[in-house]
């Protein structure tokens, strides 16, 4: 069996479509359409090579999660054409987990928050030639939002749309590990879920601790001195504000919560926002003639380290011959244990990325550095002209393809 893989150029976003190729023909499966930089012309484009090299046929779309730079290209017509064998989403979408619907519920309200009115103008799509720093930071804040308030019509075509009528299914499976699934039509192609974890906790942590993830922090982190958020004549002592008894407005954990909240500039709850939703990330093995392909969507290092935490996901993670850069390059979604110790065999690394200013240092210079230490073959949509070796064909502007 022939596969390739097409990573298509939507900037800092993902879109894979992957096509399995033998004798009795080609099945393909796509993994992701979204972008958060580029005009929805350049999604247009895909979506129309995506149809077209299909043949208007899907063996299996995959949602890794609802970030719009993972989705928004499912906002279009085109795709009620397409016929789809299988629509699989992180547990966390399922609309009969009362404890996903609770997750969803509280990322959108943040986002809400957080973005204001709802914009169709992409913050990240033009960068002014001269701002001040309190500008990029509103841009950056207001992107960040836009990213998790994902475009209801996108969801609403993995939900219930495309032609066929396909099944959905919501994982991983509950009370299951590092689950082997099969999709009918895909012979011998098998997918390994290895999370997002149902762990609440694992969930929440989303840095890696010093020394696992691809940044050095520091040693010492000097505490940021916070005043109350008005000054003292509009001030008021607890028991004048508290009621007591039965009629008591508040409760502690909510005291904690506001007085939490008032401290915090809404630049760091965006951050955590942003990392929550890419901690529900879909991470998928790929398996097909003994070759183990690795898609983590954007998954965090609460997320990595229960999977590597699993025997059972860490012994299929030791076979990984092909890597889907998570998180476009950023130090939390790539464990240094898993490009230095866990994955021993030959790589191939796919980078979907593009350089924002808001955010230089992604890709990681580190984590580059560590691949080119291991001797991979890289690909990056940033840098599609330094893309070589005889597995990749690139499609200048429209996608890098790798052939193996």
Same mark, same amino acid.
């Given at each position: 069996m022939r596969r390739t893989i097409r990573m298509y150029e939507v900037g800092f976003g993902d879109c894979f479509l992957l096509g399995f190729h033998d004798d009795a023909g080609s099945k393909y499966v796509l993994i992701d359409c979204g972008t958060i930089t580029e005009k929805k012309a350049q999604l247009d484009n895909i979506v129309s090579d995506i149809i077209k090299t299909s043949g208007e046929r899907l063996a299996l779309v995959i949602a890794t999660h609802r970030h719009k730079d993972h989705v928004w290209g499912f906002d279009d017509p085109r795709w009620a054409n397409v016929e789809v064998g299988e629509v699989w989403m992180p547990w966390t979408e399922d609309p009969q987990d009362p404890r996903a619907a609770k997750i969803r519920e509280r990322h959108s309200a943040l986002a809400l928050a957080l973005a204001g009115a709802p914009s169709n103008q992409n913050p990240l799509e033009i960068t002014p030639a001269r701002e001040t720093i309190a500008q990029a930071r509103a841009r950056n804040l207001q992107a960040i939002a836009l990213n998790a308030l994902t475009n209801e019509k996108a969801m609403a075509t993995l939900h219930s749309g495309f032609a066929g009528e396909p099944p959905r299914a919501f994982l991983p499976i509950a009370n299951t590990a590092c689950e082997a699934r099969t999709v009918n039509g895909l012979a011998g192609v098998t997918f390994h879920v290895l999370g997002p974890t149902r762990d609440a906790k694992a969930l929440a942590s989303m840095d890696p601790p010093e020394g696992a993830g691809y940044l050095k922090w520091p040693t010492r982190i000097p505490k940021r001195r916070v005043g109350p958020?008005?000054?003292?004549?509009?001030?008021?002592?607890?028991?004048?504000?508290?009621?007591?008894?039965?009629?008591?407005?508040?409760?502690?954990?909510?005291?904690?919560?506001?007085?939490?909240?008032?401290?915090?500039?809404?630049?760091?709850?965006?951050?955590?926002?942003?990392?929550?939703?890419?901690?529900?990330?879909?991470?998928?093995?790929?398996?097909?003639?003994?070759?183990?392909?690795?898609?983590?969507?954007?998954?965090?290092?609460?997320?990595?380290?229960? @999977?590597?935490?699993?025997?059972?996901?860490?012994?299929?993670?030791?076979?990984?011959?092909?890597?889907?850069?998570?998180?476009?390059?950023?130090?939390?979604?790539?464990?240094?244990?898993?490009?230095?110790?866990? @994955?021993?065999?030959?790589?191939?690394?796919?980078?979907?990325t593009k350089p924002v200013k808001q955010w230089p240092n992604i890709p990681r210079e580190k984590l580059l550095a560590a691949l080119n230490e291991r001797h991979a073959e890289i690909a990056r949509t940033d840098a599609e002209l330094d893309v070589a070796g005889a597995a990749f064909l690139v499609s200048k502007g429209l996608y890098i393809e790798w052939t193996g």
């Open positions: 958020p008005f000054s003292q004549r509009y001030q008021i002592s607890e028991p004048d504000y508290v009621p007591l008894g039965a009629r008591q407005t508040f409760r502690l954990e909510d005291r904690a919560a506001i007085k939490k909240s008032l401290v915090e500039p809404s630049g760091m709850l965006a951050a955590a926002l942003d990392k929550a939703i890419n901690n529900t990330s879909l991470v998928m093995v790929i398996e097909a003639n003994g070759h183990f392909m690795l898609f983590p969507g954007d998954a965090q290092w609460g997320s990595w380290q229960a @999977i590597m935490a699993d025997q059972k996901c860490r012994a299929v993670l030791e076979k990984v011959d092909l890597l889907k850069v998570g998180h476009h390059g950023s130090h939390n979604a790539t464990p240094r244990a898993l490009v230095e110790e866990i @994955i021993s065999k030959p790589l191939t690394a796919l980078f979907s």
